[in-house]
């Protein structure tokens, strides 16, 4: 299996580290579905980062799908299985994807040539961002004081959504409100599996 795409995609590096959670074994390629386009269009014509080139050859696309296929291949789940906890855990993955794009939606907007922004949209967006840090900070401050044993689909989407808001939009995203949370995304990245997978760090 082959992960397409740049882990300041917060998308693409929370498929990493559940591939490595799962203990999979799988190969990963920077490329920039911005500075690399035709190489990535040749993979995915849709130039959607992350991809996975799967073991059969099959093309997948969004990180949620292809953690389904990961964890149909590894044969079990980071989510919890049953009950509430699994409820709970994907509200807060959805959460947490929601900060994502949000963020992400900041970081596109600011690409623009400054007659191309559209104020009203942008301060909807940063609101948006804003109630999905707080939701999340209230979750991280009822939940994870300590890391779980087992970290989970939620757990990781929201600490990989701090690092990619830390490294993309210091400047823009004042993080110091949701201490919880930043104290979660900090225990993350002390594990083996965050640190396997740095922000920053481009394959060949
Ligand atoms: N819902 C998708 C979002 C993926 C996404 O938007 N990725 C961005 C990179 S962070 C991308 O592919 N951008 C290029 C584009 O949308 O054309 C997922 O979970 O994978």
């Known amino acids: 299996m082959i992960l397409i795409g740049m882990l300041d995609s917060p998308y693409v590096r ?12 799988f190969e990963h ?15 995915n014509p849709l130039i959607k980062a992350p991809s996975l080139v799967a073991g059969d050859g099959t093309v997948l696309m969004d990180s949620e799908l292809i953690l389904t296929h990961l964890e149909d291949v590894a044969g079990r789940t980071l989510r919890p299985e049953t009950g509430t906890a699994r409820t709970h855990d994907l509200r807060t993955t959805g959460i947490a994807l929601v900060t994502c794009e949000k963020a992400v939606q900041v970081e596109y907007e600011r690409k ?14 940063r609101v948006q961002l804003h109630e ?12 994870w004081a300590s890391l779980p044993q087992q970290l989970t689909h939620g757990a990781i989407s929201a600490a990989v959504a701090v690092g990619f808001i830390r490294f993309t939009l210091p400047d823009v995203v004042d993080l110091s409100p949701f201490s919880a949370l930043c104290a979660h995304a900090d225990s993350c990245e002390q594990t083996a599996a965050f640190r396997h997978w740095p922000i920053d760090r481009e394959t060949p």
């Not at 498929?15 to 999979?24: E, F, K, R, W």
């Not at 390629?29 to 993979?43: C, K, N, T, Y």
């Not at 999905?132 to 939940?143: K, S, T, V, Y």
């Open 112 to 125: 623009r040539p400054e007659g191309y922004r559209y104020q009203p949209w942008m301060d909807r967006v």
């Open 14 to 25: 929370r498929v990493a580290i559940a591939g490595t959670l799962l203990n999979l074994d």
């Open 132 to 143: 999905a840090l707080q939701l999340l900070d209230e979750i991280a401050a009822r939940n």
């Open 29 to 43: 390629r920077s490329i920039s579905v911005f500075r690399h386009m035709d190489r990535f269009r040749a993979i």
